[in-house]
């Protein structure tokens, strides 16, 4: 056990024995066990400094760890509310930080690609859990509303373009004309020569040209709110790659003044990056045309952000693919000077196979989503158990949601993994709707018995090994969002949460509430509303919203 936790649990077992933390250190060590779902992952072993500071007795292992734990968790996750595990000695010596986090960042005139929704929900994820832990986060979602592709869309626009199928299902049409456009340019070098020309004219301030775009731009975020709106997400700055077309000129002027600019035999300016001066790395900075490109539109954002917000550390929210485009970006930064460079860092992640909607061809995000919500209710409508809901399509979106959400961040973000929509919709099991419907069934606990038990109960009462495994697994809560804030990944939370919801399935069935004595039942009442707290924090880190009925 990592000296860290042991600190953790030493400090919660100090407010319990009125000792400290020091003293207790060296008597805490982990016991491993057998991993079945019915137990906690690990239990505690400590020795006799239980019984009392003079006494020694040998006492069962398994006694010790109940007992530390009745003690000190269910006290804990009541105090802290909402910030149960975010309190412990493990986050205590935590430098506060100012955090960007740049996720999403879909093509503006494209319909949201299914493409996009692992960027967003890992970065939405990435931003929440750095919230928690008291940091001061900023979520940009930096839009792709400028490049070349404008000026095939600008010009396919004009040739195959229809007023009337803008107004009335403008990103549909916008996608549509951006195919049509492609398959042209691929036969007809005449129509590459017009879409450079277009851009050519954007780039240089053409009010036609820039109103088009501007129309496309605004139709285009319209949509996408609406889409945000469905996941629950927001942002606290939306920024395009157009805003740093003209800071991008600064930085050409910035790397030409330190001599690292080049030209190609093709005419492009390219930064060697290879170190060794034989151009066998190089990034392209501006076409021969005089435009500007990603990379260098990547620049002048990254510095203007500093200038503006001081970051302590930025992460971008890209797919794998996007590797080497980070590493020269972050490359760029340290040749012109700016050490701050280090603190730029990408979070990668691999691809989803196999998310394809009834319809087939291309996946866009709103067709995942109303199939979501549309196969979640058709569940719902065949389970006998399902409660009277007062808006049962809003319930259905977010247990969907929660089912997508559970499957994407099960491994890890760097895999690639196939999608399964029979499977992500199972009840029973690793997946999302297990833990909204664990959740669920736990509020209805509460609402069914709370008033009568809850003022009524001796933690004491807790003697069933299910009660024990459940304790255990609350006290371990800290640790799992270590893990998760070191490495970023959620799936440390996820198996947590799914263990969690396995261990209070089994005492559900065995740990009656209804006819027990009064302290026994306000125990175990006062322990399932301790899991289903513990649920709904680590399921609002995630970007899930918690169900009370379904």
Not at 120 to 125: A, E, L, M, R
Not at 352 to 376: H, I, P, W
Not at 399 to 405: D, E, N, S, T
């Amino acid at each position: 056990m990592a000296c860290g936790f042991r600190r953790s649990i030493a400090c919660q077992l100090s407010r319990v024995l009125a000792l400290p933390p020091e003293s207790l250190i060296k008597s805490i060590s982990a016991v491993p066990v057998s991993k079945k779902e019915e137990v906690a992952d690990f239990q505690l072993s400590v020795d006799s400094l239980l019984e009392d500071n003079n006494h020694k007795s040998q006492v069962d292992t398994q006694d010790q760890a109940r007992r530390l734990a009745e003690k000190a968790v269910l006290q804990q996750v009541t105090e802290d509310g909402c910030k149960y595990g975010l309190k412990s000695e493990l986050f205590s010596d935590l430098p506060k930080k100012r955090i960007v986090v740049e996720f999403s960042s879909p093509n503006i005139a494209k319909k949201f690609h299914v493409g996009h929704l692992r960027s967003t929900i890992i970065g939405n994820f990435i931003a929440n859990l750095k919230e928690a832990l008291g940091h001061q986060v900023t979520r940009i979602n930096y839009i792709g509303d400028w490049g070349m592709q404008f000026g095939l869309l600008g010009t396919g626009f004009q040739l195959f373009g229809y007023e009337e199928k803008l107004q009335t299902n403008p990103l549909q049409h916008l996608f549509d004309v951006y195919v049509q456009v492609n398959k042209e340019a691929t036969d007809d070098k005449n129509v590459t020569k017009l879409a450079h020309e277009f851009f050519h004219r954007l780039e240089m301030g053409d009010t036609q040209a820039l109103s088009l775009w501007q129309r496309f731009r605004d139709l285009s975020i319209e949509e996408y709110t609406q889409i945000y709106k469905r996941l629950g997400i927001y942002f606290d700055e939306y920024s395009g790659e157009s805003f740093y077309r003209e800071k991008s000129q600064d930085v050409l002027k910035l790397l030409d003044s330190k001599g690292l600019l080049q030209k190609t035999a093709e005419g492009n300016v390219v930064v060697d990056l290879s170190g060794t001066g034989d151009l066998s790395s190089v990034c392209t900075v501006m076409r021969s045309d005089g435009t500007s490109l990603y990379a260098t539109r990547d620049l002048a954002a990254a510095i203007h952000r500093m200038d503006k917000y001081n970051f302590d550390t930025m992460i971008y929210v890209a797919d794998k693919g996007q590797r080497r485009h980070f590493q020269q970006v972050f490359q760029m930064l340290k040749i012109m000077g700016y050490d701050w460079a280090e603190r730029c860092q990408h979070v990668p992640f691999g691809i989803v196979k196999g998310m394809k909607t009834r319809r087939g061809g291309v996946t866009f995000l709103e067709d995942v989503l109303n199939e979501v919500q549309s196969r979640m209710l058709q569940n719902m409508a065949s389970i006998k158990t399902t409660k009277q809901l007062e808006n049962p399509q809003e319930t259905a979106e977010r247990v969907g949601l929660a089912a997508v959400i559970i499957q994407d961040f099960r491994g890890t973000l760097l895999s690639d993994y196939q999608f399964s929509w029979d499977r992500v919709f199972q009840s029973r099991g690793d997946t999302g709707v297990f833990l909204q419907y664990t959740h669920a069934r736990l509020c209805s606990l509460e609402e069914t018995f709370g008033c009568g038990y809850l003022n009524d109960s001796n933690v004491a009462c807790l003697q069933e090994p299910q009660s024990v495994s459940i304790l255990q697994h609350l006290l371990r809560f800290d640790e799992v969002l270590y893990l998760s804030s070191q490495d970023l990944q959620p799936k440390h939370i996820v198996s947590y949460l799914l263990t969690l919801s396995h261990l209070a399935a089994v005492a559900h069935k065995t740990l009656q509430v209804k006819d027990s004595p009064p302290d026994v039942a306000g125990a175990r009442l006062h322990l399932f509303k301790a899991v289903r707290s513990v649920l709904a924090n680590g399921m609002k880190l995630l970007g899930i919203t918690p169900v009370c009925r379904m």
